[in-house]
């Protein structure tokens, strides 16, 4: 089983936003669809992401005006990827040694999903219940 099986589940949802989005509107779409991140696009192009963790340490550092900053300024640029193939534990293993628990995933180089440290450990247990009834 590998993040094929967890986009499977999941459908096809991507939580997206354009760098011009404000944070304020980006908090917004994490309340409301309880989402842990959002990746940033402009013309289809994956710019970056913006999670819980990004708009915490900026309202932490900068204060209240982080909720007036806009996606593009606030994301996090470097990206690690997975593709559909990707085994579990390696998707475990790429979130632990980044420390993240967002993982764009991209097959060809087209987006095709995002996958949380959750869903990969949901996955997971899953995988060895099965295995365990087998």
């Known amino acids: 089983m590998g993040i094929a099986s967890i986009l499977r589940r999941r459908g096809g949802a991507i939580p997206l936003v354009a ?22 696009t402009d013309a289809g192009q994956v710019l970056g992401i913006v999670s819980e963790r990004d708009i915490i340490h900026s309202l932490a550092t900068v204060g209240a005006p982080s909720l007036e900053m806009t ?32 993982l764009p995933v991209f097959d060809g180089g087209t987006l095709c999903g995002l996958v949380s440290l959750s869903d990969v450990a949901e996955a997971r247990a899953l995988e060895e219940s099965d295995a365990r009834a087998a």
């Open 19 to 40: 760098p011009t989005a404000s944070i304020a509107t980006v908090v917004g779409i994490l309340s409301s669809r309880r989402l842990g991140a959002v990746l940033v």
């Open 71 to 102: 996606a593009g300024q606030l994301m996090t640029r470097a990206l690690c990827t997975a593709t559909p193939d990707t085994s579990l534990a390696e998707a475990m293993r790429i979130m632990a040694e980044g420390r993240f628990r967002h």
